[in-house]
């Protein structure tokens, strides 16, 4: 079982910086892969980045490519997700995941999730 609680979200004007945390319980946190997806009202959650259980590998969606990145420190049980250069379009409630057999895009894999961060660009 691991819990997920994201935070270092808030309000910030476009072309300004953010960093999220996801923070982990769970001894075998550094097994699992974890993702960003993020979701705004009326609308799919949508995949963001994602990082493999060593660090070794990432992905990210396309429009934030160059402008986020995801890294991970599994002594801290603990993923960020820096925004650089953010935009209203990135305004959105953000969740971090996690998948205990992989890693990716793939919503349905991840197994666990946390209660999610605003973010809000303002233009």
């Known amino acids: 079982q691991v819990q997920l609680v994201e935070s270092g979200g808030g309000l910030v004007q476009a072309g300004g910086s953010l960093r999220l945390s996801c923070a982990a319980s769970g001894r075998t946190f550094s097994s699992y892969g974890i993702g960003w997806f993020r979701q705004n009202p009326g609308k799919d959650r949508e995949f963001v980045a994602a990082?493999?259980?060593?660090?070794?590998?990432?992905d990210y969606l396309d429009s934030v490519k160059g402008r986020f990145t995801i890294s991970r420190d599994n002594a801290k049980n603990t993923v960020y997700l820096q925004m650089n250069s953010l935009k209203p379009e990135d305004t959105a409630v953000y969740y971090c995941a996690a998948d205990r057999t992989g890693w990716g895009r793939w919503q349905n894999n991840y197994d666990y999730w946390g209660q999610g961060t605003q973010v809000t660009v303002s233009s």
């Open positions: 990082i493999s259980w060593i660090g070794a590998s990432t």
